[in-house]
């Protein structure tokens, strides 16, 4: 019997790296390997307890309420603001949607105004929960347009919707306007600050221009703050807060309906591990106030550096000036945005493909974290090098057969067998005699297919590729 931690150190060698800065998307890394052994010791600690009763488990609802409490500190909430430890960015959002539904039984039809670069968590909430998602073209510099929000808000508007920054551009939403519009007609108005809720104070602290986004706003009635993006905290934790207590309600639910315990709970979850709550509160107070603040000072030093050397290609440039920690690059006719995002993860610095959406051109994300500051010059030595890369090679041309092959699928009915087809028509991902995929290592095809794919066939597509990629391992 082989040892099953030498087998996960085995295993894990496939990731993507956690530590070292060089992965700029999924992971964020303060750089300090002592918050990594305080995060991991006190995860351990924690893995098997529960955070489903807080009488039974008090230590986990004192740890809650001080990492709400210091969020409240960060984001100018006003006494009675309150808050709950969620398990992501994506479940804080589900409640927010599902609390503003709820708070409306007058509603029949629930609807809510969203500008049309707020995160897909959204549009999962609003198939979850039958709210209509009302998608408001923002404008020319990737803001959400406070006028046109403003004029899409009506009486079966339960939620309005504004991002500080948005994830794709990373720029924040004109929060102030939207928020003054939705509390005219008496609606919640959400701030997804998932990803920058945690640095943008402490970047205002430091002097640099941001909007206000907050609770000082008028009008904002929650805000998400995801602790495990930058708040350098272990995976699985965010904070949703609410203005005030009465605002929250709805997201409770409690059930006796059964003969067991009479369930509680406050998020989607009912057990909750310990673990992530145990590790986000100890990295916090192993950070500190002070902490973070020279945190942010380092990560936006990397990004100035970052717009820096993207500002010395020609073929490179900035989709916008990033707001706070993402940077969002666009590529010139000389240079396939996805042949160089192959050469950059070959040079070990993995960064996002974003593909072409409604008008405008495919986009590479970066995600910076403070611990990529002291690798920013072979960031730049890695651009260079793959921008020359990327330019020799070429761009990728997808088979106009591949083209019309995708062309005369329907999305909306996509079979098993149009997938295996689409597998054998491209040649790109192939499959063995049990049906398991072989993934390439280069991605540059298969984004640039995916990227001539309407967005309703993208997601049948992946949602194919998902099922294929989980099946049971079976060892008998
Ligand atoms: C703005 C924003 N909202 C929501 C989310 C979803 O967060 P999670 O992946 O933790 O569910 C993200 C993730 O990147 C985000 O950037």
């Given at each position: 019997?082989?040892?099953?931690?030498?087998?996960?150190?085995?295993?894990?060698?496939?990731?993507?790296?956690?530590?070292?800065?060089?992965?700029?998307?999924?992971v964020?890394?303060?750089?300090d390997?002592?918050?990594?052994?305080?995060?991991?010791?006190?995860?351990?600690?924690?893995?098997?307890?529960?955070?489903?009763?807080?009488?039974?488990?008090?230590?986990?609802?004192?740890?809650?309420?001080?990492?709400?409490?210091?969020?409240c500190?960060?984001?100018?909430?006003?006494?009675?603001?309150?808050g709950?430890?969620t398990?992501?960015?994506?479940?804080?959002?589900?409640?927010?949607?599902?609390?503003?539904?709820d708070?409306?039984?007058?509603?029949?039809?629930?609807?809510?105004?969203?500008?049309?670069?707020?995160?897909?968590?959204?549009?999962?909430?609003?198939?979850?929960?039958?709210?209509?998602?009302?998608?408001?073209?923002?404008?020319?510099?990737?803001?959400?347009?406070?006028?046109?929000?403003?004029?899409?808000?009506?009486?079966?508007?339960?939620?309005?919707?504004?991002?500080?920054?948005?994830?794709?551009?990373?720029?924040?939403?004109?929060?102030?306007?939207?928020?003054?519009?939705?509390?005219?007609?008496?609606?919640?108005?959400?701030?997804?600050?998932?990803?920058?809720?945690?640095?943008?104070?402490?970047?205002?602290?430091?002097?640099?221009?941001?909007?206000?986004?907050?609770?000082?706003?008028?009008?904002?009635?929650?805000?998400?703050?995801?602790?495990?993006?930058?708040?350098?905290?272990?995976?699985?934790?965010?904070?949703?807060?609410?203005?005030?207590?009465?605002?929250?309600?709805?997201?409770?639910?409690?059930?006796?309906?059964?003969?067991?315990y009479?369930?509680?709970?406050?998020?989607?979850?009912?057990?909750?591990?310990?673990?992530?709550?145990?590790?986000?509160?100890?990295?916090?107070?192993?950070?500190?106030?002070?902490?973070?603040l020279?945190?942010?000072?380092?990560?936006?030093?990397?990004?100035?550096?970052?717009?820096?050397?993207?500002?010395?290609?020609?073929?490179?440039?900035?989709?916008?000036?990033?707001?706070?920690?993402?940077?969002?690059?666009?590529?010139?006719?000389?240079?396939?945005?996805?042949?160089?995002?192959?050469?950059?993860?070959?040079?070990?610095?993995?960064?996002?493909?974003?593909?072409?959406?409604?008008?405008?051109?495919?986009?590479?994300?970066?995600?910076?974290?403070?611990?990529?500051?002291?690798?920013?010059?072979?960031l730049?030595?890695?651009?260079?090098?793959?921008?020359?890369?990327?330019?020799?090679?070429?761009?990728?041309?997808?088979?106009?057969?591949?083209?019309?092959?995708?062309?005369?699928?329907?999305?909306?009915?996509?079979?098993?067998?149009?997938?295996?087809?689409?597998?054998?028509?491209?040649?790109?991902?192939?499959?063995?005699?049990?049906?398991?995929?072989?993934?390439?290592?280069?991605?540059?095809?298969?984004?640039?297919?995916?990227?001539?794919?309407?967005?309703?066939?993208?997601?049948?597509?992946?949602v194919?590729?998902?099922?294929r990629?989980?099946?049971?391992?079976?060892?008998?």
């Amino acid at each position: 019997m082989s040892d099953p931690l030498e087998r996960l150190r085995d295993l894990q060698r496939a990731d993507l790296p956690v530590h070292g800065g060089r992965t700029l998307a999924y992971v964020y890394d303060s750089g300090d390997a002592e918050v990594d052994r305080v995060a991991r010791e006190a995860v351990a600690a924690y893995a098997a307890s529960n955070a489903l009763d807080p009488t039974a488990f008090p230590s986990l609802l004192q740890m809650e309420n001080e990492l709400v409490g210091f969020a409240c500190d960060l984001l100018d909430a006003p006494d009675g603001a309150v808050g709950t430890v969620t398990s992501g960015g994506t479940e804080s959002i589900l409640l927010a949607v599902q609390g503003a539904r709820d708070s409306r039984p007058d509603v029949l039809r629930p609807r809510m105004v969203l500008p049309a670069t707020a995160h897909a968590a959204f549009h999962k909430a609003a198939h979850y929960f039958g709210v209509e998602a009302v998608v408001v073209p923002v404008g020319p510099d990737f803001r959400a347009d406070a006028t046109a929000t403003a004029d899409a808000i009506d009486d079966d508007t339960v939620l309005v919707v504004a991002s500080a920054p948005s994830y794709a551009h990373g720029v924040v939403d004109p929060v102030t306007d939207i928020a003054a519009a939705a509390a005219a007609r008496g609606v919640r108005c959400h701030v997804d600050a998932c990803i920058g809720g945690w640095v943008l104070p402490y970047a205002a602290r430091l002097g640099r221009a941001v909007p206000a986004w907050t609770f000082a706003v008028e009008g904002v009635t929650s805000i998400s703050v995801d602790t495990h993006k930058y708040a350098y905290a272990p995976k699985g934790t965010s904070l949703l807060l609410h203005r005030d207590a009465g605002l929250r309600r709805p997201q409770f639910f409690a059930s006796a309906a059964w003969p067991g315990y009479t369930m509680l709970n406050a998020t989607t979850q009912s057990t909750r591990s310990g673990g992530p709550i145990a590790g986000t509160w100890a990295v916090v107070q192993h950070i500190g106030d002070g902490g973070y603040l020279a945190l942010a000072e380092q990560v936006l030093a990397a990004v100035d550096a970052i717009v820096t050397c993207v500002e010395r290609e020609p073929a490179l440039g900035l989709v916008v000036t990033p707001d706070s920690t993402l940077v969002t690059l666009a590529t010139d006719d000389t240079l396939d945005p996805f042949t160089l995002t192959d050469e950059l993860v070959s040079r070990g610095w993995y960064v996002q493909p974003q593909l072409s959406f409604e008008g405008s051109g495919p986009t590479i994300h970066l995600s910076v974290s403070a611990g990529t500051l002291a690798h920013v010059d072979e960031l730049a030595t890695a651009l260079g090098e793959s921008v020359a890369a990327a330019q020799a090679a070429g761009p990728v041309e997808v088979d106009h057969g591949v083209v019309a092959f995708i062309e005369a699928l329907d999305p909306t009915a996509l079979t098993d067998s149009d997938f295996d087809g689409l597998l054998a028509a491209s040649g790109l991902v192939s499959a063995s005699a049990e049906g398991d995929l072989e993934l390439p290592t280069r991605m540059a095809e298969v984004n640039a297919m995916l990227d001539v794919a309407s967005p309703a066939m993208r997601e049948a597509l992946l949602v194919a590729f998902l099922d294929r990629l989980q099946r049971p391992v079976r060892t008998s």
